[in-house]
Each structure stands twice: as C-alpha cells, then as structure tokens.
C-alpha cells in the first residue's frame, strides 16, 4: 500500500536512464523521477529494492522481446512483472544443472520483473520488491 501512495505524487522519468546495483540476494535500481506536472524532481529519485534476486540482467532496448505478457506493478513507474517467463524457465534450468536439488531447500516464488528506462532495460529474478523515494547524496571521492 506504501509503494502506491508514493507513485500518487512522483513518476518514473521517461527519459532517465537505469542504474543498477547487485550483490548476493539483492538488486537496487535508481532512476530520476518527475512531479505529476511532469517536472523534474532534483531534490530525490526512485528507488526499487528487489528482495531475493538471484538473476538480474541489463539489456538495450533493442534486445528486449518480452513486454508483451507483462502487468504493471507500479502505477506511474515502468515496471512490470512478466507471466509465463522463459526468461524464469530457463534460469530455472541453469540453476538445477548447478544445484540439482535447489528447488528442495528453497521453497521461494520468484518473479521476473521488467523495469523500462529510456534506451534499456533490466530485468529481475525476485521474491519481491519494494518502492522508495530518496534524497540525492552528494558523491563522496
């Protein structure tokens, strides 16, 4: 309920690119943000925070085939979450040759997610995610 009262006063930049953050069991995704006057927002940007993720990929736009059987996640944010995913099937496939008894020991549901920016997209192997707005932080060197 959360994640959509704050879509109701900011949307996700049409125009922004994605940045992604991975390490063991998490996936960040950050991305610039508008008002609903469709201004941009320089004081935050979005954040999506992918709980469980054990795939995760950056692909151009022009690599990517499966918008077409997903449902929105998010209102004004572009992410969605893809039904009957061969993407899911096919890590699915990898994981077993790797863990051939990994679907005994973790009894997760996992979600592919497909999350728009400008010119890519990534997509997600999840449990779950959740959506934030945060403050810029000035870059430490």
């Known amino acids: 309920m959360e994640n959509k009262s704050l879509t109701s006063c900011f949307k996700q930049d049409p125009q922004s690119n994605l940045s992604i953050t ?70 699915t496939q990898q994981r077993a040759e790797i863990y051939p008894t990994w679907l005994t020991w973790d009894k997760n549901d996992y979600i592919h997610y497909l999350l728009r920016g400008h010119d890519h997209r990534i997509q997600v192997l999840a449990r779950s995610f959740e959506f934030q707005i945060v403050a810029w932080e000035s870059p430490k060197f």
């Not at 006057?37 to 979005?46: F, N, P, W």
Request: proline share 3%.
């Open 22 to 91: 991975i390490s063991e069991g998490l996936c960040e995704v950050t991305f610039l943000l508008w008002d609903l006057d469709d201004q941009e927002v320089t004081t935050h940007k979005g954040r999506l925070i992918f709980h469980g993720c054990w795939a995760a990929e950056y692909l151009g736009v022009e690599t990517n085939t499966c918008d077409r059987s997903s449902e929105p996640c998010l209102p004004n944010i572009f992410l969605s979450a893809i039904g009957k995913s061969h993407w899911l099937s096919h890590k």
